[in-house]
């Protein structure tokens, strides 16, 4: 136990919302809250660094207990998010003068940063500059990303949550897409720009005998030729019937998105400046094309990231314990890190326990699916993945409903910075 | 009452999905098997009509009853469904006289169909060929569907689960799309060809604070010009968060779909086909050029109709009691009836009764939305909506989770009937 550090807490919520990361900031807040004697305010700051740099943050401390819990079944990001890069201290240091300025000024000595891979980045440069400028504070990085890609983590707060509405709802649609007697390929398409976690979610559904045929993630490169062969071995086998889940981000073996290539020849300047559908539809039409049937092209979008009433209660807990256990080791001395959970499987069923990684391991690097989970020729996930998946998207944990609709979390956000 | 008829039952699912129809079903097979005095076998026609012209059904007396009430629960339709339009009989009655073959080699006394407009009409004619042709049988309609255009009931079984998945999702999402700090106008595109009512339902999360700012119904003539002068006034009182729910079926003053008028001068035949996204994407993509902010189209696609995990209690009771009913109604002797749902407010809360009405009035005739309900130049809906459809959707009611999934019901479905 290092001496007691006192002074106020900083918190800010970046990149993409999830369904829990607000159930992190519910986790630091009350967490904090408890820990008067040396956290002396507690800061939610509006928009992230944005708030930072433009003095613009909330009392957490005036906000009610009650609404502050409603965080943990509250989606998107209460506080608003950013995305703002950072610049390389060596070439320009003005926003992190600018930073130790505020932190100065409202004796702010924990700085708590809740996001993926950029904005661990972020937290990590913070926490470097600070301490070579000398300013005592302890910064922890919170991971959040449904993409599931931070690195030495086993899994990423808000990636069960979105894991569990991929495969609850492919189990809907598979239901749905195959009710008449009729060929029909469905082509559902998922996030993951880098990294296939979410789309490999649907594998999940496999395990109920209600999943896609063929799943296609950005590990695995794409043609179209295999695709379409894919296709037609399953379209053969089943009466006509196939479904099939493909990641956004999918892409050639040079790297280029199949939703670029796929655009190119299309007319860009029509009435209306139409806007072409994603990848899953463009397939679809590729499908109707080849097989002469009905095809279906249906995106997730953002629902998959903000489907907190199909969240994972374990989600919603360990996004939680990420929070309050980040206070927890700042209030215990340690500085410099990112939150992350182990996998225990000692007691032969999963339990995640909470531990740390130093924070420039965090920022930056991509975590994907591993080759060998990948199996039928690049288009399915083997049980190696669902052993590891499945344990995180058990139980259920949503708002309480009011009306028949969920009662989320109102924030008074009373101002605590001069904005300007 | 009348007197007692005996025979076998015939029960067959058509039209569109939904997440009750298969209540629907548990209560007409579970009212059913009650009635062993008259009823002496329940068939499910597999794919509706085509099940009954091809001898394909299923002896629903062999499943389990467990499973039977797990339908309850289960979205789409588990017998399978069929889009088959009936000859008029006077023109050809090929089709009608091989369905009195088949209800006479089975001896059939009770056929019951449930489903929408096109499928009360197929119910209808099939009631009215067979009363002249002096097959005594009592045929009933069982009312289906999420657009909610069924003449002569309050509202359809299925429109207040899709309302539910449609409000709430507008809420989450209206939380993802205004988290950063940057314009951003959302459209999101709900189905409905001919009546708003499930668009319409996106004003429900008006109730939370957390709705669109502007809903595009059907029921008024849209024109690209009155809507960019809404867009514009939302985007200048919002700090340009606007968030839009329109239908499918938005279409101009000559009836043709905005859809169609915005796709006419697009490529049809460039690399791999590309189909267009639906209109909201459109009308995105529309505002983004006319606003130069982000812009995103997103489409509730089928995961609207088959979105079970988010089924409304009352929608899910009252499609279980409108099939038990019609059993109820038909083993009493009523027959050429569909089965329909009247508001009692007596007590001063919203009470669903049964009751029916002549099948030929349900047959082909839409129920729109009152014009009276739609305010706001045509952009939004009025209290007299929000206290129409609010008690409807009260309630949660899910499948039982296995492994953190649904279990939905698995049927044997032994076949019943000699399939050619």
Redesign the interface.
């Known amino acids: 136990m290092k001496e007691k550090l006192v002074g106020a807490l900083m918190f800010g919520q970046s990149g993409g ?1 999830s369904s829990v990361i607000n159930a992190s900031a519910a986790g630091v807040f009350t967490e904090a809250l408890k820990h008067s004697d040396c956290i002396t305010k507690v800061y939610g700051l ?2 992230g660094i ?1 708030g930072l740099l433009d003095e613009d943050f909330y009392d957490i401390g005036q906000e009610d207990e009650k609404e502050l819990l409603l965080l943990k079944n ?4 209460a506080l ?4 703002y890069k950072l610049a390389d201290p060596k070439k320009d240091d003005t926003d992190y003068k600018r930073m130790l300025e505020v932190f100065k000024k409202y004796n702010v000595r924990y700085f708590f940063y809740n996001g993926g891979n950029d904005s661990m980045d972020t937290c990590n440069k913070i926490s470097k500059f600070m301490k070579k400028s000398g300013w005592e504070m302890r910064v922890m990085g919170v991971p959040k990303t449904i993409d599931n890609d931070l690195f030495g983590t086993d899994h990423c707060p808000g990636y069960a949550s979105a894991a ?1 509405y991929v ?3 492919t ?3 598979k ?3 195959t ?3 009729k060929p029909m390929i469905t082509v559902i398409e998922a996030m993951g720009r880098h990294a296939g976690w979410l789309t490999a979610a649907s594998a ?2 496999c ?2 005998g ?1 999943g896609p045929d063929l799943i296609y993630l950005p590990e695995v490169p794409f043609t179209k030729e295999k695709f379409l062969a894919d296709v037609k071995a399953k379209y053969e086998a089943n009466n006509g019937k196939v479904m099939i889940c493909v990641s956004e981000g999918i892409a050639g073996e040079d790297g280029v998105l199949i939703a670029e290539k ?6 860009k300047d ?8 994603g990848v899953g ?2 397939l ?3 499908c ?2 080849e097989f002469g049937c009905k095809t ?4 997730f ?3 998959q ?6 969240a ?1 209660k374990v989600d919603v807990e360990e996004a939680f314990k990420s929070g309050a256990q980040a206070v927890k080791y700042a209030v215990a001395g340690r500085t410099d890190k990112m939150v992350v959970i182990k996998r225990d499987m000692s007691s032969g069923k999963y339990k995640g326990k909470m531990s740390a990684v130093p924070l420039k391991l965090a920022a930056n690097t991509e975590q994907k699916i591993p080759q060998e989970w990948i199996i039928n020729n690049g288009t399915m996930l083997s049980q190696a993945y669902v052993d590891y998946a ?1 344990p995180l ?4 944990c949503k708002a309480p ?6 009662r ?1 979390a109102h924030l008074k956000k009373v101002q605590a910075g001069k904005k300007a």
């Not at 029509?270 to 559908?277: A, D, K, M, R």
């Not at 990231?305 to 199909?310: F, I, K, P, S, V």
């Not at 409903?401 to 969920?406: A, I, N, S, T, V």
């Open positions: 919302p509006a928009h944005r509250t989606p998107s990001s608003g998010s950013v995305r569990k495969a609850t709802t189990m809907e649609l239901l749905d897409a009710v008449y007697d999940l559904a395990t109920k209600l796929m655009n190119e020849n299309v007319a029509s009435f209306g400046h139409v806007q072409l559908g539809q463009m679809a039409t590729l109707a094309k279906r092209g249906i995106e979008s953002l629902m990231r903000c489907g907190a009433h199909l994972s499945l998207i058990q139980g259920d409903l009011e009306d028949g609709l969920p989320f």
